[in-house]
Nanobody
Framework: QVQLVESGGGLVQPGGSLRVSCAAS????????MGWYRQAPGKQRELVAAFTSGGSTDYADSVKGRFTISRDHAKSTVYLQMNSLKPEDTAVYFC??????????WGKGTLVTVSS
């Protein structure tokens, strides 16, 4: 089992920056991929950025050049740095981890609101 806890969401003005964090615990050695998804009101959950099982990074077209995913292995934490935020980035951001045992885990999410 893997537990994921997100933090760092909040209210930010358009054009501003925010960093959200995802702390992982449990069977960390089983994790093969990890990333961030988001879900806006009335919309489906979508991939934002992820470290793939092949070791590369993947970004949604809508966030390329503005968002950066990174990780700190020592802290078992994955970050999402979000710059040049737009109102359409407003959503609940969820951390996701997939394991070598076909597990698919989600955190409870953190709300990011981009508004003036």
């Amino acid at each position: 089992q893997v537990q994921l806890v997100e933090s760092g969401g909040g209210l930010v003005q358009p054009g501003g920056s925010l960093r959200v964090s995802c702390a992982a615990s449990g069977r960390l050695s089983y994790i093969k991929a990890m990333g961030w998804y988001r879900q806006a009101p009335g919309k489906q959950r979508e991939l934002v950025a992820a470290f793939t099982s092949g070791g590369s990074t993947d970004y949604a077209d809508s966030v390329k050049g503005r968002f950066t995913i990174s990780r700190d292995h020592a802290k078992s934490t994955v970050y999402l740095q979000m710059n040049s935020l737009k109102p359409e980035d407003t959503a609940v951001y969820f951390c996701n981890a997939q394991t070598t045992t076909n597990g698919n885990y989600w955190g409870k999410g953190t709300l990011v609101t981009v508004s003036s």
